[in-house]
Structure formats: C-alpha cells, structure tokens
C-alpha cells in the first residue's frame, strides 16, 4: 500500500467524525441555517477548533446566500477547499547551509517523542547523512535508554551523560561532537515531565540557550511532538511551548488512530504554526513531511 493509501485508511475515523456526519446532515436536505450550525458542532466535535469552523461555516452561509452550494456534494467541496486556504502551503524542515541542522525536539511523555527522533534519524541516515542524536532528557533513565536502542536501529551516534545530569550539557557536547566528527544533523532530546522542583520551561530555555551559544543561528528547528489523539489537549500543549521558547513546526503523531484529525487546522489556524512532520503508523518509515494539500485529498476520498 502506497503512503497516500494508507494516510487514507489512517484517516478513516476522523472521515466518518467529519466527513460522513457531514453526508448525513445534508443528504435529502436544504442547506439551511440550522444545518449549518450543526454542522459548526460537527467541525469543532472533530476538533477543528471553533476559529476555524466558524470561519468554515462563515463561508458556506456566504456560498448558501448566492446559491453556490445546493447539496451535500458541494457541501464537502467548500469545506474542503476552505480548509486546503486555512491549511496553505506545506512546510518543511529548514536545512542551513552550515553543518550541522539543529533540531530541538520538545513534547510531554508520552506523545511519541523518542520515537518520532529515532525515525527522523532514520529517514536522514538513509539520505547519507551523519546523525548525532543528544539524550538530553536526563531525568529519565529509560529515555535515555531508548534513545540508544533508536540510534542503532537508524545507524546514528549518540550522546549522552549520565542518569540526572545537567540536560544542557549534553546538548553542548552533542553539538561539539558533531562539529568534530563533521556530522550533518545534531536531534536533540528534551524532557516531557521533570521529577524535581525545577520548572520544566525554564529547563528548555536553557537547554536552548546554550544551544545557541555552541552554535550561533542553532536550533534550526524547534520541533513540538503532539499526540493526534489529544485533540484540543495538543492546541494547548502547543500555546504553551510556543510562549515559553518558540516554536517552528510540529511533528504530530498518532494521526491513523485518531477521529480528532482535524487538530492539525486548529493548530494552524488558531496558532499559526505548521504541522511539518506526520506520523501514521508504527514503522520506522511511517513519519512523512505534512503535505496539505494531500491530507485534505486523503480526508475527503475515503
């Protein structure tokens, strides 16, 4: 099965949340002001978000006015269409010209962060590129360790300190390391969760300020990993990492299990930050680049 059919079929409980509630509110019936506030419920139901689906409903009432949408059929064209503009163009990852690409990656335990690191090492490593992943979440002693099991399966090296040392020190070392060893890629691992007194922000703001000074211009990328499944739980996991040290893209994973698919227009629309990397299954090949156009495609065929 080919990657489009199978984000398809990954996309087939948030089709039936959006696309077939859809169907059946308007099949045999006028398109009327009442169904398209039911249909403002069933967008946000699907976690659009009410930004977004206000402006989505906003647009069919303008549409409905001029007689531009008669059934269900057009019904779903407009939604799709509106949500291939609030989605806009694609993002990918911002390679510099100077080695190596920094990439921060944040996210709270247990939204498939190691994982996503270990195939984004993998998906580079295959590309002929020299990976160096940062076990820079110390204050797990299992991160660490499934870092390293990560790192073998996607021919990386690893860096790493002991159990509880200082998360920022093996950030610096990491990037040192690289320089050294001419790697092209540095991933950096971050803590979801702290077992001490020590505010979890403040302790990603360091990590990012020494990235900083060990290289001027790094990170490159600042990578929130959010759970698909989380729906409005990842909005706010997203606000409140973007606020404390910014960030440039999300890595959302878990989309194939979810009917809360419609997170990544809610993420856009309401925060204005790309979703560039998806995650639809658990192989190692299964984290792709986010394109919009062909997840708005893949959400509407079914």
């Given at each position: 099965m080919g990657f489009f059919d199978r984000l398809k079929d990954g996309l087939s409980?948030?089709?039936k949340s959006l696309v077939g509630r859809v169907e059946?509110?308007?099949t045999g019936r006028?398109?009327?002001?009442?169904?398209?506030?039911?249909?403002?419920?069933?967008?946000?139901?699907?976690?659009?978000?009410?930004?977004?689906?206000?402006?989505?409903?906003?647009n069919l009432k303008e549409k409905a006015k001029r007689g531009e949408i008669q059934d269900a059929l057009d019904v779903k064209t407009a939604i799709k269409d509106k949500m291939s503009m609030l989605l806009g163009n694609s993002s990918i990852l911002n390679?510099?010209?100077?080695?190596?690409?920094?990439?921060?990656?944040?996210?709270v335990n247990g939204?498939?962060?190691?994982?996503?690191?270990?195939?984004?090492?993998?998906?580079?490593?295959?590309?002929?590129?020299?990976?160096?992943?940062?076990?820079?979440?110390?204050?797990?002693a299992a991160a660490i360790e499934q870092l390293e099991i990560w790192a073998k399966r996607a021919d990386a090296q690893i860096v790493k300190h002991q159990a509880g040392s200082d998360p920022a020190a093996v950030a610096y070392d990491a990037i040192a390391s690289a320089k050294a060893r001419s790697a092209d890629?540095?991933?950096?691992?971050?803590?979801?969760?702290?077992?001490?007194?020590?505010?979890?922000?403040?302790?990603?703001?360091k990590v990012k300020k020494v990235v900083e000074k060990a290289m001027p211009g790094a990170p490159h990328e600042v990578l929130l990993v959010v759970d698909a499944t989380t729906g409005q739980n990842a909005l706010r996991q997203a606000q409140m990492f973007n606020e404390a040290v910014g960030i440039t893209g999300i890595?959302?994973?878990?989309?194939?299990?979810?009917?809360?698919?419609?997170?990544?227009?809610?993420?856009?629309?309401?925060?204005?930050?790309?979703?560039?990397?998806?995650?639809?299954?658990e192989g190692i090949d299964d984290l792709r680049d986010f394109d919009s156009r062909e997840f708005v495609e893949a959400l509407f065929e079914g």
């Open positions: 409980k948030t089709r059946d509110l308007f006028r398109i009327d002001a009442e169904g398209l506030q039911e249909l403002e419920e069933v967008l946000i139901m699907a976690d659009v978000g009410p930004k977004a689906a206000s402006s989505i409903t906003n390679f510099p010209e100077e080695k190596p690409f920094v990439i921060m990656a944040l996210g939204v498939g962060k190691t994982t996503t690191i270990g195939k984004l090492a993998r998906r580079f490593s295959n590309n002929g590129l020299k990976v160096i992943i940062a076990a820079a979440d110390t204050f797990r890629v540095v991933i950096i691992d971050t803590a979801g969760r702290l077992h001490t007194k020590t505010n979890l922000m403040e302790e990603i703001k890595a959302l994973t878990k989309l194939d299990g979810t009917a809360k698919g419609g997170i990544v227009v809610a993420i856009k629309d309401t925060l204005g930050l790309p979703v560039k990397l998806i995650g639809i299954g």
